[in-house]
């Protein structure tokens, strides 16, 4: 009985970090990266040699266990306001010690540090920079007024950047996707404030919410979303296959959301909003796959 007990107690463990780590970001992150690679960047090379790539999986693989730590880091400084507005989430990321969480993030940024050396030392500069930028987020700018957010949103998307650099590849329409991800991403944040609102306030973090109301950053939430269509308007008119219609359906999409948000005051109506956001999110990272797909003449 008490060597199941320690089985059971051991699958618990790893559910906690999985949920440390927010596994299902990482997965999606990992899919993101080959797709983009597969359809935007070089889609003239063929999956098989994109997985047989070495430098390309050392990418995604240093991506992957950096953005794992980052999310530690980030758990371990917010596990006060996490107490408040997610006591069973906080309960179950607790089954790993905060002492096995700093080794975890320790282990995991020099891991992703080996990996970039097996590159170059571009690569080497870019997840060093990467890894403190995620660090000095999580210690000090996550609690500051509007830069939080803009920080947040744009460490998102420097893998999906770096992986521009990586393929030599500085289009236009690469610039677009990074505009659109980043709105969404920004909007996605705002959303997450909305959510965790009381316990910024007890923790005196300068969140949107705190600083104004719930009413102005709805406001600022749907001047996001506003801002978003304009790369969806200029992504809607290139030459990316069956993709155009996710763009094409993006604004409705977003303007139902914002309807949403502004006919409920229901503080769960911020975490339905938050998971649609997300659904969209890995929809337009699956929908790559249709830039292959021309329209038929």
Sequence with gaps: ?????????????LLSFFSIIRGYNIIVLILAQYMTAKYIFNPIQSWKSLFFDKNFLFIVLATAFSTSAGYIINNFFDSPKDKINRPKKFFIENLVSQKNQLFLYIFLNVFSIILASQI?????????????????????????????????SILMI???????????????????????????IFSRDIIKDLESFK?????????????????????????????????????????????????????PYLIIVVLILWSYNK?????????????WILLGVLSTYLISINFVE
Excluded: C
């Design 1 to 13: 009985m008490n060597v199941f007990k320690l089985n059971d107690f051991k699958i618990y463990q």
């Design 120 to 152: 170059s030392f571009n690569a080497i500069i870019f997840f060093s920079i990467y890894i403190l930028g995620i660090f000095i987020y999580s210690i000090s700018i996550k609690r500051l007024f509007w830069l939080s957010n803009i920080f947040s």
């Design 158 to 184: 420097m893998p999906f950047l770096a992986l521009s650099v990586y393929f030599k590849t500085f289009d236009y329409v690469i610039f677009y996707f990074a505009a659109y991800l980043f709105f969404l």
């Design 199 to 251: 316990g910024d306030w007890v923790s005196r973090y300068r969140t949107l919410p705190v600083v104004y109301s719930n009413y102005i950053t709805k406001f600022i939430f749907s001047l996001i979303i506003i801002l978003t269509f304009i790369p969806t308007y200029l992504l809607i008119f290139e030459d990316l296959g069956l993709m155009n219609y996710y763009f094409i359906f993006s604004i």
């Design 267 to 279: 503080s769960k109506i911020y975490l339905i909003i938050h998971n649609l956001l997300k659904v």
